[in-house]
Nanobody, 122 residues
């Protein structure tokens, strides 16, 4: 099973930027669509962004225009560039292999990595 290690989180002031990285083990990374999810305290985990195998992207409404997602298959890594951060972006961020369809993004594995904490101060 492919495993993912998230990094790049931290404490940033509102309006600042962070870039998260997700490094995957295994040789099948390029065959996977990838998603970034986040979970804030007391809230359900939610999809933030996803990227298909050929680079198509989807974003949650609340992050459109502020976040971008990209992938480097040579490095088995997917990135989440977060700009204009807001306090409501505070959460633990996770990456995950997903199924990417025209109308939906979903996952089939219940495995979650440790995630990376993002804290945005006001």
């Amino acid at each position: 099973q492919v495993q993912f290690v998230e990094s790049g989180g931290g404490l940033v002031q509102a309006g600042g930027s962070l870039r998260l990285s997700c490094a995957a083990s295994g040789s099948t990374f390029s065959n996977n669509a990838m998603g970034w999810y986040r979970q804030a305290p007391g809230k359900q985990r939610e999809l933030v962004a996803a990227i298909s195998r050929d680079g198509n992207t989807k974003f949650a409404d609340g992050v459109k225009g502020r976040f971008t997602i990209s992938r480097d298959n040579a490095k088995n890594t997917v990135y989440l560039q977060m700009n204009s951060l807001k306090p409501e972006d505070t959460a633990v961020y996770y990456c995950k292999a997903v199924i990417y369809n025209r109308s939906s993004v979903y996952y089939t594995s219940n495995y979650w990595g440790q995630g990376t904490q993002v804290t945005v101060s006001s």
